[in-house]
């Protein structure tokens, strides 16, 4: 405990819980240009596919739905909406 009349030792900044940790990590990546948060489910079959890019390339999960989707030709996205 600090003396209230020591005017030299700074405060112990208190700890964070696991929320406000992730409520910061949260807001500084909503606030990153360019990222948008994707909170969904998939099928098995998807996430077997999904799997086996991450493990040939060492892809993070992120990483790998990125290199899928920006490897699409704008023909191909047009079939598959179409």
Not at 5 to 28: C, P, S
Not at 46 to 72: C, G, P, Y
């Amino acid at each position: 405990m600090k003396d209230k009349k020591d005017k030299n030792t700074l405060e112990l900044a208190l700890a964070k819980t696991n929320a406000e940790r992730q409520r910061e990590y949260r807001e500084r990546i909503k606030n990153k240009q360019g990222s948008v948060r994707l909170n969904t489910y998939i099928s098995d079959i998807a996430d077997q596919k999904l799997n086996q890019v991450m493990n040939t390339h060492s892809l993070s999960k992120k990483d790998a739905i990125a290199l899928i989707l920006e490897s699409l030709t704008d023909n191909q996205i047009k079939d598959l909406v179409s």
